[in-house]
């Protein structure tokens, strides 16, 4: 499936979650409160980026607006944008996402715009502490804007629908990772934009459908260090994990900011040199980072347990923390056996631009070649990123 039938599909999801009275909620940051958002009687959906939109620069926004946000902005604009009810925009995140919400609820008064501020850095509880009063915040404007008060009981059945869908994900991330032939990068990438167009009861009994499917060709030892793996990525600690990773083909892997699996799954389709083995992992903020996030414990506070949760994912490029990452890098890059490394940049984006060199920097230390792709939402130049990653690829294999 291309990236522009994974919209229209996602489009038509939300078009039944409309017809039958549901009320969407889109995000924009990768991690959001799903199940606070549920436990409002909204259903949270990621507000994507549509190649068929030309993002252009608008006389609303600023220069610096990266191709993300003017994408999203050319979307309402041109009143192509998906049904939704109200829309969240992060704080302290990055300039053009704090200031395209702004910009959005001057130019759109009639849309609901809603913010949810995250702290920069990671200082522990008090991190949490912040986190957990913005959620009550947002928690207190939905109720107001909806009507809806926060309920206990759709809050805990949110948390438990999360933890099942994330935990497939995780261990379908994890078969990847190790025995690659049995779950291509392709339907990976689909079943993890089903989570985002909505976590739903139907994308859940998807997903352990097809994890049955996978399992059933797995041996014990094989289910044994799927497990294994799947905790230790969780942890973010390889250190303990069996790194023998025997394969005869390529194993490539892709890191970058605020870009979907399926994205690149369709930009790499048709690349000579791509095989159903040959893309083993996305450290992508949409993908691998969106997934393995830790379960919310229904038994504590629901502001402060869905903050330790998000604060629990994998940091992103947005947020201090930049040795972490690397050296994280550097251990999966070593001990999950990768061969190459494909860096992925959001056009105009400064916190992709500042971290690309060091991620660079990090693979070549441990004897990893690299290639850089700047990537608009549109794809305006898809001819000339192929063809470099094809010519990576072939590097690569000479070598």
Known sequence: MSFPEVIEQSNQVLQALVDAGERVLGYIYPHPPHEIFIAHGLKPSLVRTNPTVVGAYEASLQTFSCSLTRNLFSQRTSSSFPLLAGIVFSGNTCDALQNVGDVWRKRFP?????????????????????????????SDDLETLYGVPFSESAFKQAAQLLHEIRDVLQLLYSVRLLYPPLISYHTLSNLVGEYLTAPTEDVSERLKGRWMEVAEKLDTNQTNKVDQLRESLLNKDLSGFDSTIESTSLRIAVIGGMIEPSTFSGLVDDIHGITDSTLVFDMLSFGFKTVFTPPVNIDGDPYKESARSILGAHSEPTQEGLPKRVEFLKDVIARLSIQGLIVCEQSFCDP????????????????????????????????????????????IDAN
């Open 110 to 138: 009639e849309d609901k715009v809603l913010r949810l501020t995250y702290p920069v850095g990671d200082a522990g509880e008090s991190s949490i502490d912040f986190l957990a009063m913005e959620i009550k915040s947002l």
């Open 352 to 395: 992709d631009e500042f971290e690309s060199p060091s991620l660079e920097k990090a693979a070549e230390e441990v004897g990893v070649p690299t290639v850089k792709l700047p990537l608009d939402s549109e794809l305006s130049d898809r001819a000339r990123i192929e063809g470099r990653i094809q010519t990576f690829l072939e590097t």
